[in-house]
């Protein structure tokens, strides 16, 4: 199984080391896969925030968050969901894997 393509070059890297790790049957395939889009999405919405800053002016002069703040927000939950559903809580960010604390879906080859 090759990672995605549409993922970041470091997210594809963490997928293949996961995915080289451990013995995952196609149902958790399914839930990294899930996983790595959500730490993509997380880290796009970042690198907007970076850029425009984390609130914008209103027609009415009023400070409003960005809609990017939720979805940073919401994307860096569900990655941690899918990471803990996947007993891959110890593993690090797809910037630098490492072996997982638990194996509680999948056995290491």
């Not at 569900?78 to 638990?102: M, N, Q, Y």
């Amino acid at each position: 199984m090759r990672p995605p393509k549409h993922l970041r070059p470091a997210t594809r890297r963490w997928f293949a080391a996961v995915l080289e790790e451990f013995d995952l049957e196609d149902h958790h395939i399914r839930l990294l896969t899930l996983a790595a889009e959500a730490w993509d999405r997380c880290q796009a919405a970042r690198e907007y925030i970076d850029r425009n800053g984390m609130t914008f002016t209103d027609r009415f002069g009023q400070p409003k968050a960005r809609p990017e703040v939720a979805i940073e927000r919401d994307s860096r939950i569900g990655f941690a969901r899918l990471i803990r559903e996947l007993a891959l809580d110890g593993v690090d960010a797809p910037e630098a894997p490492r072996s997982p604390r638990t194996a509680d879906y999948g056995s290491r080859r």
